[in-house]
């Protein structure tokens, strides 16, 4: 299947609406505004993925979540271990600065932000185009940014991905990224659906 | 001075690494033990299993001369199945767990030099207070076990403070720029 600048256009504005919902619901949850940059989408080998995704050289916390029915992939909350930490902070009311290390309670709190994050970024695309996915339970991890891709990679048996990526920030003292990597098995799925939403207007 | 005069000079050695060259120098590190010493625990809390074996391979470094106390792979893959030299540990914050399993290996085995990569993933699940006392504990154990005992941290990503609190308990540390 041979995808257009009209597709990736189409997949940009709707990685856009699924961002803009999962930032909404991370803004509910910590009652702050949530500022988001417009995704970057790239079609690309796999190889490329820690081209693309390990740059960061510092330590990261990672929430993910594998996908699975007609689109297989990877979804992705990403963000510097002193994002993360910060965020713990506004989450529990507690002064900025103040955790220090991710407790038990911190990191059940930062896998509930990506699960409904997630959820909420799933259920556009589910919704806009009627496909059916699943997600498994995310998980959390951290690691150095450079071994990002291993984690997104998991399991994947493909050559190509579509990469849908988007920054968010909260404030001046959280950062990270919101990442879909869709498996290029699930592509003509993902485009015939979205092609037939787009006929239909 | 070569390599192997230097580290065992030390004994207990501190790499404060930057991020921008980590992971070059820790493969270059780990290159060089494999070169020095017979029999090397690594404990590996941030690559999976299979990722490090590729990294291992590319660098020539030869994994049968490891065991591996692996802290990440089983959390993020729950039916990892452990290779003969390698055993998992739940969690980077069960402290307790892999002092013990670090503790075993070095009453079973026959160790020549344990290394720790990294502290700086510790930090970010434990008490700075905490992850010095694990330090000290493992330290202790080394010395017991005539072991050489490499840690790491990395330089952005570490509290200074917390990197000069360790350089009292370890014989050396070693800032890479």
């Given amino acids: ?201 | 001075m070569d390599f192997r005069e230097y580290i065992e000079n030390n004994k207990i050695i501190l790499l404060v690494l930057p991020n921008e060259t980590y992971s070059k120098v820790i493969m270059d590190t780990v290159r060089k033990l494999d070169n020095t010493f017979k029999g090397i625990i690594y404990v590996n809390m941030n690559n999976l299993h299979s990722s490090l074996m590729k990294k291992f391979k590319e660098n020539n470094i030869n994994e049968n001369n490891f065991f591996f106390v692996d802290v990440i792979t089983k959390s993020t893959m729950s039916d990892f199945k452990e290779p003969e030299n390698c055993i998992s540990v739940d969690s980077p914050s069960n402290l307790s767990q892999i002092g013990i399993v670090i503790s075993e290996a070095l009453k079973e085995g026959d160790f020549q030099c344990l290394l720790f990569d990294s502290l700086s993933t510790l930090l970010i699940y434990n008490r700075g207070s905490d992850v010095t006392m694990f330090v000290n504990s493992v330290i202790s154990k080394a010395r017991t076990f005539d072991t050489i005992a490499v840690f790491t941290v990395l330089k952005d990503d570490t509290e200074s403070n917390f990197i000069k609190k360790l350089g009292m308990f370890v014989d050396k540390t070693i800032n890479f720029d």
């Fill in chain 1, 1 to 201: 299947m041979k995808i257009t600048k009209f597709h990736v256009d189409a997949l940009r504005e709707l990685g856009n609406m699924a961002a803009g919902k999962a930032s909404s619901s991370l803004s509910s949850m910590v009652d702050k505004k949530v500022n988001l940059s417009p995704p970057a989408i790239d079609i690309i080998p796999i190889k490329r993925i820690p081209e693309l995704l390990g740059g960061q050289k510092k330590m990261i916390v990672g929430i993910y979540s594998k996908l699975s029915g007609n689109v297989y992939g990877t979804m992705m909350i990403v963000m510097p271990i002193k994002s993360a930490m910060s965020l713990s902070d506004i989450m529990l009311n507690k002064k900025s600065g103040s955790t220090k290390a991710l407790s038990q309670k911190d990191q059940e709190n930062l896998i509930e932000i990506g699960n409904v994050m997630i959820h909420n970024y799933l259920n556009v695309l589910i919704n806009f185009l009627g496909m059916k996915t699943e997600c498994e339970k995310p998980r959390i991890v951290s690691t150095f940014g450079e071994s990002l891709p291993d984690f997104i990679l998991l399991g994947t048996k493909t050559k190509y991905t579509i990469l849908l990526r988007t920054d968010f920030k909260i404030q001046k003292n959280v950062e990270g990224d919101v990442i879909l990597s869709i498996e290029v098995e699930s592509v003509p799925k993902f485009i015939g659906a979205l092609e037939k939403k787009l006929k239909q207007g």
